[in-house]
């Protein structure tokens, strides 16, 4: 196979919180089959911006055309776009696969604990709740005393400073899961957590396949939820698709599509289904987005 197209497509849609900014990777072998991946650096998380994202895969795809895939450190958004695309393209869907979303995890960050029980108790357990780091220690724990473990399957990111991580656990014994903080410590340093139960790793932020199952084998006895940072259809696609190889089992959070005014293309991950076909030939209105190469 011979690579001849490497095009590269900017898109600007809006959302219910603004403008998502981001990037479309476009290949073309010499049989003329596609390959389609997103890049789009999370705002506040990731650790490259979109215009850094943008200038190493311009370099990467000079690179590419002239056939030299010599191995190279990615940032994380690129890695993921540039495995999602060579994924499809290599490597072909042969049939339609499945996958199970979670999509009853609840954002308590912006409430008091009062407003956060009577929400929790309205709803059936057990539950996914995010505090996002928002919450102290002391007002975590207040929450807590109203409920008993069972009724979580965790709390994500239960408290604000990492040091009160295992404080809180030993108060409350609740289980619970890391996602910013992944980002800011070691692996190693994250997985000795006592009484970790789950991690959750966004493929944009900690890289592609390959870096996320580095991460499922580092993580032993610690469950993987996959989740989304707010990616168009592509990126949600390639997202499941990781999820339904490397945790089939497990609830994937990517129920984010609905942010979207002008979606890029439909895409609904409550049918808990890729079709070989949309993955293949997504839909995508290439003539109204930007060209940059």
């Not at 060579?86 to 072909?92: A, E, G, K, N, V």
């Not at 709740?129 to 994500?156: G, M, P």
């Not at 996320?212 to 259809?233: A, G, H, L, M, R």
Request: glycine share 6%; hydrophobic share 40%; proline share 6%.
């Amino acid at each position: 196979m011979k690579l001849t197209k490497f095009e590269i497509y900017s898109y600007e849609l809006p959302t219910i919180f603004g403008s998502k900014k981001g990037l479309l990777v476009r290949l073309t072998n010499d049989l003329g089959k596609e390959g389609v991946g997103e890049i789009a650096p999370l705002e506040n998380r990731s650790a490259e911006s979109l215009q850094e994202a943008l200038a190493f895969t311009k370099n990467l795809r000079l690179r590419f055309l002239k056939g030299d895939f010599t191995k190279v450190l990615f940032p994380p958004s690129v890695m993921f776009g540039m495995e999602m695309a060579l994924s499809s393209l290599l490597f072909p869907l042969t049939e339609d696969l499945t996958f199970k979303i979670y999509s009853n995890k609840l954002k308590l960050k912006d409430l008091s604990v009062e407003e956060a029980v009577s929400l929790c108790k309205n709803e059936s357990g057990p539950l996914r709740v995010d505090l996002n780091r928002s919450w102290d220690l002391e007002k975590t724990i207040a929450f807590c005393n109203h409920f008993q473990k069972e009724d979580f399957h965790y709390i994500e990111e239960p408290v604000s400073k990492f040091r009160d991580i295992e404080i809180f656990q030993n108060e409350t014994g609740f289980p619970y899961a890391i996602d910013e903080h992944l980002s800011h410590h070691p692996l190693e340093r994250i997985v000795s957590l006592k009484g970790l139960t789950h991690l959750v790793v966004k493929p944009t932020l900690h890289g592609g396949f390959t870096q996320c199952e580095k991460i499922i084998k580092s993580s032993s006895f610690i469950k993987v939820v996959f989740s989304s940072s707010y990616e168009t259809p592509v990126g949600l696609m390639g997202i499941a698709k990781i999820a339904s190889f490397l945790t089939p089992n497990e609830r994937i959070g990517i129920d984010t599509a609905s942010i979207y005014k002008e979606p890029l293309f439909h895409f609904d991950p409550k049918e808990e289904l890729i079709r070989k076909e949309l993955y293949q030939s997504p839909p995508i209105p290439w003539e109204k987005l930007e060209k940059i190469v």
